[in-house]
């Protein structure tokens, strides 16, 4: 078979991270993420969100394999503070610099611009990374199934608990969904992107969202767009999500970002 691009990104991130380990040793990591910053709440505040609209964890994406560079004037802190005026409940901060031109600084500047909670959106596959998220201040990690076994699963939501951290479980098929229904975390997201493929359809959403247990809560994920894209979500009981470039392309992120949170009136004038 041949090699993905999530294969390719797991290849450089296992050696990023060994790069990693012999410059600054676990002991040195474990401590920085002990006085790092307290946790904030993540996955309570998507659930609070969730009962009164919708949760929105927008992302601080400068450019991905899919689609190159999407926002040329990149501001962490600057679009992070729009995120947050705008409404969102949380932010997802890219890390990985080699596929997405992001960086840890970026998360450590737009988490200080906030009181929003931060998931650190990188290629989790080490505890060490774990570790390291809490240290610049991450409040969740990202586990994505098509990338890692069911033991590092539960090895590394096993670690963001230890830190107090949440996990958000990412899925795109029936078989990941029912790896990911064995792990703890009631944060389950549907990405529409396949990440092999990166072929994105809503159809992903409205298929798998019937058959998660109903013990989580669902964050739809990628190629969203419009009000319209979340009221058909919502209809499948989806109401959080993880927007980037639909946001990132704006000129106006605040505004942007209140017009795509506001739910469109039905034919009656109700919601
Ligand atoms: O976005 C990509 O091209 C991509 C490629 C390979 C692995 C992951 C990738 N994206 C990560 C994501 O899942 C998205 O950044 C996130 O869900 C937001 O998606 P979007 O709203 O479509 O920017």
Redesign the pocket.
Known sequence: MSET??DR?KAYKLEHVAACKQAVPLSEIEARARSASPVRPFARALHEASQQGYGLIA?V?KA????GLIRPDFDPPAIAAAYEEGGATCL?V?TDGP?FQGADDYLVAARGAVSLPVLR?DFMYDTYQVAEARSLGADCILIIMASVSDAQAQELEAAAADWGMDALI?VHNQEELERASLLKSTLLGI?N?N?KT?E?SLDTTRTLAKLAPIDRLLVG????FTREDLADMARFGVRCF?????L?RQEDVAMATRDLLSQPLTAHGGM
Do not use: D, H
């Open positions: 691009v999530l990104i992302e994406k991905s394999p899919s689609k997802s890219l596929s959106k990412e990405n992107r990440l990166f994105t994920e990628s190629g969203l993880l927007i980037g470039e639909s990132m």
